[in-house]
């Protein structure tokens, strides 16, 4: 089908533009994941105060979950050569009103940073609710299926990024 040349010319720069907001979209979520987020709030604390960072981190996990820390099960710190530092927990946490039926009454969630030479301070590694409930589907052998496997992966990625965002902008 051949358009006058006008048409073309407004379809291609519809096209560009809405590849441009796309590709600034993308670009902003990849600055959040991999350089705004995991140093966030935690440049104050030096490597000596691992057990006030990992409580820092805890706690707007909590928040941005709907949920209430209690004490910290077990906090471990290592340092390695080479200036590496590592600190890791679990934080046992409730549950709040609408997460309370399907995870229980209390849930340890994992917390683990890195001391960041370059910024010289702790970044957040990783922060999640373990042992979850729902991850049992994923070792049951046919179920679900790889289609349905792989939505609800994505879908668990989904809500990781919105309660990232959560925890930055409540």
Known sequence: MNLPPAKCGIRRTAWFSLAGVFLAALGFVLYFNLWLYPGLGLSGFSRADSNAALGHVALGFARSRGMAMESFDMVKF???????????????????????????????????????????????????????????????????????RARLALAKIAEEESRRFREVWP
């Open 78 to 148: 290592r340092e390695v050569e080479g200036g590496e530092a590592y600190a890791w927990g679990a934080a046992v946490m409730r549950p709040g009103a609408a997460d309370a039926a399907a995870l229980g009454e209390k849930v340890l969630v994992w917390v683990y940073l890195s001391f960041d030479g370059f910024r010289r301070s702790w970044v957040r590694v990783d922060a999640q609710v373990l042992a979850a409930p729902d991850s049992e589907m994923y070792f049951e052998p046919g179920k679900p299926g790889q289609f349905e």
